[in-house]
């Protein structure tokens, strides 16, 4: 028996109903304080046992894990290994579990109850679970965890006499040892989660077809090899469908502009006029445009698959590969947006609760292939990479571009391996996240969805890109060389000299002309720029005689490039920084120049290293 009055805490997963225990058990009763030096609420309680004897309770802060993430779980670890500052030692736990959420409070049950102080379990909200047709077998439950197990509904009072007597047995016991529990990585974790799931099958007598068949296509998308097969299955024929897709309304748009271009080229006087608008704002601008059905299709996919509920299970498969690497799951969503646009993504690790994962995903966002690289890929892959099968349903450029976004993705976890192990160092911590249910998308989720990344990408056609490429119009006809010399327009220009004599230096090993020395510069505001910058270069280039020169830039850089100067070119648009948007957002996101700095500078040395590398090698296989 013990002689003071017995210390009992409530420990659990957020929003199991621990505080409605606490109030249920302990009534008016209640002290609201702090813990000594840290901002965690203290909120103890007096109970009564049914022979009259008091009882303190504390109701701790929900946790996940007894590997703290936060300093919230620091706390429910200390109290519960008894290690923490003005925290009396407890004799007894109630573990509260959501009883319609066994898989997911199991694995911290299973890690509370391996510390040896006494527990009794609160299977609480069980009136959620019969609702939703779910039947729990709470013996055989407490005979897998080898603990008392009570049914509970926090919020109507009920089974609480049942959980008071429990806990009188449990305390009635002997002294126990608290067995000090490891910090574990992912690799315990997965473990702890398997072991939850086999006791939350084995509890679960009934259950409703819908949650059956829910777990049914989970066994297999979840399969830690199966489903990762069919992630990257998903993921390829994805990148198939953005180039056969998107052909048909793409040359459609290309025709467009070329009509228009060729229309006010001739109905307008030949002047410096016509020369900015047809070479520079059409050429530039429509370089750019061609690519919105490319775009539109990526997107259909990531918002189908996000809506479908099966992005969060894709996140659960990768935290395998990416704690490897020292990131945690937590930071898949944040990067897969990145996809679309590094901006968004870089803004969306605030939901990373460790600083120096968060930091790492930061830092390796502009990794991912964003849409604005698309653009560059395109027109890089239509007019060097033949459009061949090398399959059944394979196509060669789909190939290329599956591997462009491969190449960017490993890229970023050797930069977290690096990162993580040197000016981002510091421990992991596992992935717990709820599973969305499985739905069919909503056709006018998706339609919005598309619409809104449609007008996001046009925006920025006609803002950045427009006024980008007018500079660059300006830059590139001016001044004019002498009347009767030969020299080229383009090289005589300001641009062209710049170009000419500070970029192409640097580039020329790494096999870039003296055209991508001059695109270059004017795409550090954003990268599809690029493509903008090689049409009005082209077009400019090109002058009077031919006016299909805003349109044709695909078969003039084909007759103009080796192929290893543009496979050297993608490899380069894989690691290069060029988005003034994303540094300005790691700094804002970051609050220092350092880590934008730190950014920018391995980028760019990857960028020039893989490229050169890209091109000498394909020399040596003959390849220009
Ligand atoms: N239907 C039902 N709702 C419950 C039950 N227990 C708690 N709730 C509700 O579940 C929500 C969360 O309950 P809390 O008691 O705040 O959970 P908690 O574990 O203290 O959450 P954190 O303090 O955030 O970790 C509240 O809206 C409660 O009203 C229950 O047995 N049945
Ligand atoms: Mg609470």
Not at 192 to 197: I, S, V
Not at 436 to 455: C, H, K, N, S, T
Not at 487 to 504: E, M, T
Request: net charge neutral.
């Amino acid at each position: 028996m013990t002689v003071a009055t017995p210390m009992v805490a409530l420990v659990g997963n957020p929003n199991s109903g621990k505080s409605s225990l606490f109030n249920a058990l302990t009534g008016a009763r209640q002290k609201i304080g702090n813990y000594p030096g840290v901002t965690v609420e203290r909120k103890s309680g007096r109970a009564v046992l049914s022979d009259g004897r008091p009882l303190e309770m504390v109701d701790l802060p929900g946790s996940y894990s007894l590997t703290p993430a936060s300093p919230d779980e620091e706390v429910t670890r200390a109290v519960v290994t008894g290690h923490q500052q003005g925290e009396r030692r407890l004799d007894a736990m109630i573990v509260v579990l959501d009883a319609s959420n066994l898989d997911q409070h199991l694995p911290f049950a299973l890690e509370l109850i391996a510390v040896g102080t006494p527990v009794v379990v609160a299977l609480n909200m069980i009136d959620m679970a019969t609702r939703d047709g779910l039947e729990l077998d709470a013996a055989r439950l407490s005979a897998d965890l080898g603990v008392p197990v009570i049914p509970t509904v926090a919020v109507r009072g009920r089974g609480l006499i049942e959980l008071i007597a429990a806990l009188e047995a449990v305390l009635d016991g002997a002294r126990h040892r608290i067995v000090e529990p490891p910090e574990h990585g992912p690799e315990a974790d997965r473990k702890l989660r398997k072991q939850a799931a086999i006791i939350a099958r084995a509890a679960t007598v009934g259950e409703p077809p819908e949650r059956r068949w829910t777990q049914r296509i989970d066994a297999v998308l979840m399969h830690p090899i199966l489903g990762f097969a069919i992630l990257l299955a998903i993921l390829f024929v994805m990148f198939q469908a953005v180039f056969a897709w998107s052909a048909t309304p793409a040359d459609a748009i290309d025709v467009g502009i070329g009509t228009l271009g060729q229309y006010l080229g001739n109905a307008m006087p030949d002047n410096w006029l016509r020369s900015m608008i047809v070479d520079g704002v059409i050429a530039g601008v429509g370089a750019v445009v061609v690519f919105l059905p490319q775009i539109l299709v990526l997107f259909l996919f990531i918002l189908v698959l996000e809506a479908t509920g099966y992005l969060t299970r894709a996140a659960f498969l990768m935290d395998g590969i990416m704690a490897k690497v020292g990131l945690s799951g937590r930071g898949f969503i944040p990067l897969l947006s990145s996809f679309a646009c590094a901006i968004p993504g870089i803004m969306a690790t605030r939901a990373i609760s460790d600083p120096k994962d968060r930091l790492t995903t930061i830092l390796i966002a502009p990794l991912m292939t964003c849409s604005a690289r698309l653009p560059v890929y395109a027109i890089i892959i239509a007019a060097f990479i033949p459009a061949r099968s090398v399959g059944p349903g394979i196509g060669l450029q789909g190939l290329v571009l599956f591997i462009l976004y491969l190449t960017g993705i490993v890229g970023a976890l050797a930069a977290a391996y690096v990162l993580r192990r040197t000016v981002t160092k510091g421990a992991s911590a596992g992935l717990i996240m709820e599973m969305p249910r499985y739905q069919w998308p909503r056709l006018q989720d998706v339609a919005l969805g598309l619409w809104q990344r449609a007008w996001i990408f046009l925006k920025r056609a006609g803002t950045i890109i427009f006024f980008s490429t007018m500079l660059l119009w300006a830059l590139l006809s001016f001044p004019k060389p002498p009347a009767g010399s030969d020299v080229s327009p383009v090289r005589y220009s300001l641009a062209g000299r710049i170009a000419d004599n500070l970029v192409a230096p640097i580039v020329e090993p790494i096999g870039f002309n003296k055209d991508i020395a001059l695109a270059l510069i004017p795409a550090m505001a954003a990268r599809e720029v690029a493509v903008s910058a090689l049409g009005t270069v082209y077009a400019i280039n090109a002058g009077d005689d031919d006016e299909q020169a805003a349109r044709a830039l695909g078969p003039k850089l084909a007759a103009d490039w080796s192929l290893a100067t543009a496979l050297a070119f993608l490899a380069w648009f894989v690691f290069a920084p060029q988005c003034i948007s994303t540094i300005a957002v790691t700094r804002r996101e970051t609050n220092s120049w350092r880590w934008p700095a730190l950014m920018v500078g391995y980028l760019f040395t990857l960028a020039y290293v893989f490229a050169g590398a890209t091109y000498w090698i394909a020399t040596a296989l003959g390849l220009s």
